[in-house]
């Protein structure tokens, strides 16, 4: 018997998420070559402090936790008191059958604004399901696009990119900037993420190839 589902609380946001191993549950992160595309390349989920030890076995307990038949209900306790939520921090919605599952724990919390980035909407079956997810009032799921240079989808109602530099930012309706690195990496009051309103996101990117106070300093020169 499993115990109750693992819960994460990053330091960057005002809300828990639940998370599954990163590369393995994201199909959508590989390339033809079965490659990192170029916004996974050197992914967070596989770096840091989601190499400890408990963290890879919270994430390797939930892989198997959501199969249990109870797993829906033991959810939709734990958000009982929640205002806000984000699906995977780390992996990806990469079962019809989780999908579905999500979905059911969406439409008894409504409630909680639930926030679902992805890159599974590459796989027809898959985006099948979350667009179901996606009609529901308190559910925004978010397709990441897999470029590092501000392009944005098509055909999707919520996106978000990754800036190289601040010449890749657009600002217009729609278009909303992640200024957590002006707040030491985290949310503050934003909640454009979670927002139906908010067509596209932009995160600068991580790592030490963008100077977050450079970057900040450039906006005004672009």
Not at 16 to 45: F, I, M
Not at 149 to 175: C, H, Q
Not at 201 to 215: E, I, L
Request: aromatic share 10%; net charge positive; hydrophobic share 35%.
């Amino acid at each position: 018997m499993f115990a109750s589902p693992k819960l994460s609380k990053t330091s960057k946001m005002p809300a828990k998420s639940w998370s599954l191993p990163a590369w393995e549950t994201c199909p959508g992160a590989r390339d033809d070559n079965d490659k990192p595309v170029d916004a996974c390349e050197g992914c967070y989920a596989l770096t840091g402090a989601y190499q400890f030890p408990g963290t890879i076995a919270s994430r390797e307990h939930n892989l198997a936790d959501w199969k249990r038949s109870d797993w829906v209900s033991v959810m939709v306790a734990s958000m009982k008191r929640a205002k806000y939520f984000r699906w995977f921090d780390s992996g990806d919605a990469y079962s019809v059958d989780l999908i579905r599952k999500i979905h059911e724990v969406v439409k008894l919390t409504p409630h909680v604004q639930h926030w679902l980035p992805t890159r599974s909407y590459k796989v027809a079956k898959l985006w099948q399901a979350l667009e179901a997810i996606d009609a529901e009032p308190n559910c925004v799921v978010r397709c990441s696009s897999d470029s590092i240079d501000g392009e944005r989808l098509s055909g999707y109602t919520n996106d978000s990119v990754i800036l190289r530099s601040a010449e890749d930012f657009i600002p217009e309706k729609g278009y909303s900037l992640c200024r957590a690195y002006t707040r030491g990496g985290k949310c503050g009051d934003c909640r454009a993420c979670w927002s139906k309103a908010v067509q596209t996101v932009a995160y600068p990117k991580h790592g030490k190839r963008v100077n977050p106070k450079q970057f900040e300093k450039d906006l005004y020169v672009v």
